[in-house]
């Protein structure tokens, strides 16, 4: 299953672009998502923390992951 | 009534005061971050805030309310900039109006602490010879 | 920088704020005083404030000075209004300028709650029915 | 002696003015002429504190009187 990811701050550096889709068995998790992209982006592990938003709020690792849904890479936040 | 905003063009406080004025308020708390002219020694020369904004709005909008579940709040407003600041810009503004000062100044800080751990806005900061988003790196 | 006013006329946030922004502060906290519609119930009409003017400057400007020993404050405001007041109005505002925020909060907290234990000034709480001069009894 | 007063706040109300003249013995300290106040007015006792600054600074009970110094009375303060 292919599924689009947007990525702020620093992860957008990491990954080349704002915008990219991933492949992912259908199925996955959070968490399991998180592991295939820091085995496709070995930076994602140098990181402070990397959370994914799907729609627009904090998931947990174990929310499934829906064909449509958004998802957004959120490297440490430093807003303020 | 709680305000949120996320903005591209430079912030005022005399507009979050507005909106936080309140008749039976006695307190009211302004928290204002400006950008620095310098981190751990080295001089900056701008920064650049981006951010996801629907989600930002809707965690600051989050803070607000669980503010006012924790304290008596009359008014809170939350206003952050995005983009290009300069030095000594204004980054953020939280007002809180509240009928006895110590619960504003308890939620004042209570909501910067939290947006700053929470809210998904990144800032990079520019150096002469080179740029660093902020906090990326443990 | 100290820069403490005892005014007739009515207190400007944004007047406060430009005397204590500085380019390596990173946190400004501001705390607003305003005159309540109400006191233990009761409506409130307006309020007079009266001030001993040469001793409640120098206290004020003991504060300041404490505040500047205690944190490291870039700039500090503490701009006092006295005469008569309606209710929303501007009584007191306190501006603290540091490099990190927590410093900010905790020395507005503590100007603003030494001012109400050691200013020479008065307030006089004028009801529909009578007047009262606030905490003068036990 | 005679020393010159000024009353603030409640406590003009209380002596029915802003400034009156007192009288007391040469030498006195603050915790006397604080003493003799309270005896001529009575209501002083009433209030929840009553301090005395004198050349607008906060006087100790200690500190002897001289005839020129400005004598302030100073009820509970309320300002901010």
């Known amino acids: 299953m292919k599924v689009h990811i ?3 701050g620093i992860t957008k550096d990491i990954v080349g672009g704002s915008t990219f889709e991933f492949q992912i068995e259908e199925g996955s998790n959070v968490g399991q998502l998180k592991k295939h992209l820091q085995q496709q982006y070995p930076a994602f592990e140098d990181l402070a923390s990397l959370a994914i ?5 904090y998931a947990s690792e174990e929310l499934v992951i829906k064909a449509a849904d958004e998802i957004v890479l959120i490297p440490p936040v430093s807003g303020g | 009534m ?3 905003q996320l903005l ?20 009211i708390d302004i928290f204002v971050g ?3 002219d ?3 020694g080295k001089k900056v020369v701008r920064l650049e805030f981006e951010s996801y904004e629907p989600m930002a709005i809707s965690e600051m909008k989050k ?5 006012t579940e924790k304290w008596p709040i009359q008014n809170i407003a939350i206003h952050h900039r995005v983009g290009t600041l300069e030095i000594g810009e ?10 006895h000062r110590k619960a504003s100044f308890e939620a004042c800080q209570f909501a910067i602490d939290t947006l700053k751990e929470t809210v998904p806005i990144w800032k990079k900061e520019i150096f002469e010879d080179g740029e660093v988003w902020v906090a990326a790196h443990p």
Chains 1, 4 share one sequence.
């Open chain 1, 53 to 57: 938003a799907v729609n627009s709020e």
């Open chain 2, 2 to 4: 709680i305000d949120i």
């Open chain 1, 6 to 8: 947007l990525a702020f």
């Open chain 2, 8 to 27: 591209h063009t430079p912030l005022q406080v005399e507009k979050c005061l507005k909106r936080v004025r309140h008749p039976a308020a006695g307190g």
């Open chain 2, 34 to 36: 400006t950008v620095r």
């Open chain 2, 90 to 99: 204004i980054a953020v503004i939280i007002a809180v109006s509240t009928p």
């Open chain 2, 38 to 40: 310098q981190t751990r």
């Open chain 2, 63 to 67: 803070i607000a309310e669980r503010a």
